[in-house]
């Protein structure tokens, strides 16, 4: 068990739906990254937040939104969904300036 | 921009020695870390390497160059758990980690 919590672990939901998933980080991180995993495919990096406030931005399309709470807690929507968006979503958490990264079991997304 | 390679695919032997390599093309990189990944599951960090040289974690070793922009992690005394996909990937000074596409590597019996 990493610590890091993602809710829900799996989603169902139609095109043109919108969805959000949850991360509750390890406890005491305070950065919290966003990754996408399509089928057999690599992570890609989505979003990084850090103590509430946008670190860093990959490829993440502008239907796709983040924030991350005074809790820590930080959640991603998704918007306007499209088949192409199913994937497993990885949220991991570290502390600042550590090399190690915990990630999340995932929540897999599937969209029909 | 910054991107990472990787071998798709890696198969060997129970017992045998096994590297995984992995290629970056971007200076930015302040380390080099490797995560494993079982189907299914989450990825699980196994080593990082910030200086150039060998690392050596129980049966897995991770080594750096950072002239060549090329890193390996090494796999001993293979079992058939450690069939899963292998991730190099690079630590953007703190703000994210760039991942390389994995490698699967299959143990056989």
């Known amino acids: 068990d990493s610590g890091v919590t993602q809710t829900p672990k799996h989603l169902i939901t139609a095109t043109g739906q919108r969805v959000t998933l949850r991360c509750s980080p390890r406890?005491?991180?305070?950065?919290v990254y966003w990754y996408q995993q399509s089928l057999d495919q690599g992570l890609q990096f989505l979003i990084q937040?850090?103590?509430?406030?946008?670190?860093a931005k990959g490829n993440i399309l502008e239907r796709f939104s983040a924030q991350q709470f005074p809790d820590l807690h930080s959640e991603l929507n998704l918007s306007s969904l499209e088949l192409g968006d199913s994937a497993l979503y990885f949220c991991?958490?570290?502390?600042?300036?550590?090399?190690?990264?915990?990630f999340g079991q995932g929540t897999r997304l599937t969209v029909v | 921009g910054q991107s990472l390679e990787q071998p798709s695919e890696v198969t060997a032997v129970e017992g045998a020695i096994v590297q995984i390599n992995c290629t970056y093309q971007?200076?930015?990189?302040?380390?080099l870390s490797w995560y494993q990944q079982h189907d299914g599951g989450a990825p699980t960090f196994l080593s990082y390497?910030?200086?150039?040289g060998l690392e050596e974690t129980g049966r897995f070793s991770s080594f750096l160059s950072r002239s060549d922009s090329y890193g390996y992690l090494l796999l001993q005394e293979l079992q058939m758990k450690d069939s899963a996909s292998y991730f190099c990937?690079?630590?953007?000074?703190?703000?994210?980690?760039?991942f390389g596409p994995g490698t699967r590597l299959s143990v056989l019996p």
């Open positions: 937040y850090y103590n509430g406030e946008e670190r």
């Open positions: 971007t200076s930015g990189f302040y380390g």
């Open positions: 406890s005491g991180d305070l950065s």
């Open positions: 990937a690079g630590d953007n000074y703190g703000q994210n980690f760039v």
């Open positions: 991991a958490s570290s502390r600042y300036g550590s090399t190690e990264a915990f």
């Open positions: 390497n910030a200086l150039d």
